[in-house]
């Protein structure tokens, strides 16, 4: 596709919606000058909420929990300078379904620092959505899927949520430069998780 658009002349947009949550951007300044030691993802969501009956996200393909863990890749991808590589992963199955229901992720950032992703898309409850990074000079927190910052344990502002406004103004704008933007990373890290991760099965799932 990215061949094909360069041929054609066109604009191709391939753009993650978290990544303009209104609190990235701001973490994402403050993280590039700072050492990260560790890092901690929380994305658990119930499935009967955001999915209620769409079987097509458990067939093969469907990604799962994976398809709002993207998004959570997404960001981390965005905030931490360097390079994130998957080093070890369990998907856990429901039975007789083709995609994962919950999954455990461990990266290293830059190969030293530990990332933990946790993604569960059967929590009951409260809602989570949280990536903490821990550095060398104190920790921060986004809350929300990005909402929300909080910065060495104090509550930061940050402009109001417009992250649909923001994907059409940039789309806009690459449309009259004639110019693609496309950055497949989340979705590689998604597809090394598949690839590499150790199969669990767990009980059967229905809506």
Known sequence: MVACAKRKGVTLFA???????PAVDRARQWLQERTVTAV????????????PGQE???QAGGFGVFDPGVNAL????????????????????PRHRDAPIEAQLTLTHDHCASVEVSLNFRHVGHQRWDIEVETT????????GGAKLEMLGAATPVPESTEYPRLYQRFAALIQDRQSEVD???LH?????????RRTEVEPFSF
């Open 184 to 186: 497949l990373t989340p």
């Open 74 to 93: 997404s960001i981390l991808t965005r905030i931490l300078p360097g390079s994130l590589v998957l080093t070890a992963a369990t998907l856990s199955f």
């Open 40 to 51: 901690r993802v929380h994305w658990h969501e119930d499935v009967r909420i955001w999915h």
């Open 15 to 21: 753009k993650w919606h978290s990544r303009e949550a």
């Open 56 to 58: 097509w996200i458990w």
């Open 189 to 197: 890290l998604v597809a090394d998780a598949f690839l590499c991760g």
């Open 137 to 144: 000079d104190g920790a921060i927190l986004l809350q929300e």
